[in-house]
């Protein structure tokens, strides 16, 4: 168990809708990151929070936004949902905001768009 | 930018035998190299890393070497076990501390 919770676990939602995915840190960690990996597919960097400030964006599409709140649990939303954007998206936390340490990453939320 | 290539993307071996995975970056100041085990309807687990001042690192059955030189680092299974069945991911740290990551090879252990 790494101590980093996301939820749901799974969502089958239709094109054009509005999702949000939660993820909570593990205990004192104060950053937090987004990934989404497709089928067979590598990790794709998407933003990171530090301490609830926007920290680094990487590939993450217009339609999808993220926060994450003084509590340092974080939300990602993705609206607009086409085919495309069925994937498993993991949330990861770590102490500091370099990336210079381990990640600790949830299981994942997965997501199915019809 | 920094850019990460992984080989192989499949890579079978005899249960016993040793694995070997391949990574090349191309920024010369990157300093850490981690490798995450990935098991299916799991998350990445970190592994073992290696930092640029030093050559390799061990742990148990694990090592990762890196060639500053060459901008390559390795990580080496030996003697493998059904649980080491998995996708391995490497990432190389860029300027901005952001993590660059390869590809992933999935290491498949034969009975």
């Known amino acids: 168990d790494s101590g980093v919770t996301q939820t749901p676990k799974h969502l089958i939602t239709a094109t054009g809708q509005r999702v949000t995915l939660r993820c909570s840190p593990r205990?004192?960690?104060?950053?937090v990151y987004w990934y989404q990996q497709s089928l067979d597919q590598g990790l794709q960097f998407l933003i990171q929070?530090?301490?609830?400030?926007?920290?680094a964006k990487g590939n993450i599409l217009e339609r999808f936004s993220a926060q994450q709140f003084p509590d340092l649990h974080s939300e990602l939303n993705l609206s607009s949902l086409e085919l495309g954007d069925s994937a498993l998206y993991f949330c990861?936390?770590?102490?500091?905001?370099?990336?210079?340490?381990?990640?600790?990453f949830g299981e994942g939320s997965r997501l199915t768009v019809l | 930018g920094e850019n990460v290539e992984q080989h192989p993307s499949t890579l079978s071996v005899q249960e016993g035998d040793s694995a070997v995975i391949k990574c090349t970056y191309s920024d010369s100041a990157s300093n850490y190299f981690p490798w995450y085990k990935q098991e299916l309807g799991k998350g990445p687990q970190l592994i073992i890393d290696i930092r640029s001042n030093v050559g390799e690192k061990k742990d148990q059955r694990i090592a990762v070497t890196l060639n500053k030189t060459a901008k390559h680092f390795s990580l080496h299974i030996t003697e493998t076990q059904p649980e080491d069945s998995a996708v391995y991911f490497c990432?190389?740290?860029?300027?901005?501390?952001?993590?660059?990551w390869g590809a992933g090879t999935k290491l498949i252990i034969k009975p």
């Open positions: 990432a190389a740290i860029d300027s901005n501390y952001q993590l660059i």
């Open positions: 990861a936390s770590s102490a500091g905001q370099h990336n210079t340490g381990e990640l600790f």
């Open positions: 205990s004192g960690d104060l950053s």
């Open positions: 929070y530090y301490n609830g400030e926007e920290r």
